[in-house]
């Protein structure tokens, strides 16, 4: 018989990405994540895979949430200038008051893991095209 999960799997990978955003990829290990994450080592494994496969679910989580997050600020706003004037502001409030100052996910993954994960540069050729695509 099958063991039920007695955690929710979205907030566990919420959690995840907060981790590996404040703290970076190298700088999380494994055991962080269980400690963080209030989730057994063997459970990880099973729900999420290794580490490598749980950064890139809460990573794509990230990217899927950002990108979400701007359609619907877009669509609100029906003065291009206004809205981007608006978006930018916004972006600045939340660097200055960001007690963590984990800055953007993307870029410091992007700085990190760059240039030595090709697929990672795939993904995010496909982010910043999705941004664009959304701007345009």
């Known amino acids: 018989m099958p063991r ?3 955690f929710d799997e979205k907030e566990v990978l919420n959690k995840a990405m907060c981790l590996f955003w404040k703290q970076g990829y190298a700088a999380t290990s494994i055991q ?9 080592r063997a459970s990880l494994y099973d729900t999420y895979g290794n580490k490598e ?4 679910k809460a990573f794509e ?16 706003h029906s003065e291009v200038k206004e ?10 409030e939340e ?10 996910f ?11 994960d090709v697929a990672l540069i795939h993904i995010l050729k496909e982010n910043k095209a999705s941004v664009e695509q959304l701007f345009f």
Not at 53 to 56: G, S
Not at 95 to 104: L, P, R
């Open 106 to 116: 993307v870029v410091n993954t992007t700085t990190e893991l760059i240039p030595n």
């Open 53 to 56: 496969q749980l950064f890139n």
């Open 83 to 92: 809205g981007f004037r608006k978006l930018f502001q916004l972006a600045v």
């Open 61 to 76: 989580q990230y990217r899927k949430s950002n990108i979400e997050g701007l359609k619907q600020f877009f669509t609100s």
């Open 4 to 6: 039920v999960k007695l």
């Open 32 to 40: 962080d994540l269980v400690s963080h994450l209030g989730i057994s």
């Open 95 to 104: 660097a200055i008051n960001d007690t963590e100052k984990k800055g953007c």
